[in-house]
């Protein structure tokens, strides 16, 4: 599995894999129960995960809509 994207929101990160879905790439949000640790902050980011033969269409999607 590779990393299409790490971001701190998690709207970014529901939106994103929400793309990836519509278009047939399965995603996997990794670091979602880190923030018992951090207390909910919103200060470790979390990672969106691909399948390594979909990095690069998934990496395209998410640039065609402004999410990077």
């Known amino acids: 599995m590779k990393e299409v994207l ?13 793309l ?10 990794l670091d979602q129960h880190m923030s018992v640790l951090e207390g909910s902050l919103g200060i ?10 979909d990095l690069f269409m998934a990496r395209a999607i998410l640039r065609d809509h402004d999410i990077t």
């Open 20 to 29: 990836l879905a519509g278009e047939g790439i399965a995603a996997f949000q």
């Open 6 to 18: 790490r971001a701190t929101d998690p709207l970014t990160l529901v939106r994103a894999a929400d």
């Open 44 to 53: 470790l980011p979390r990672r969106l995960m691909v399948a390594d033969r």
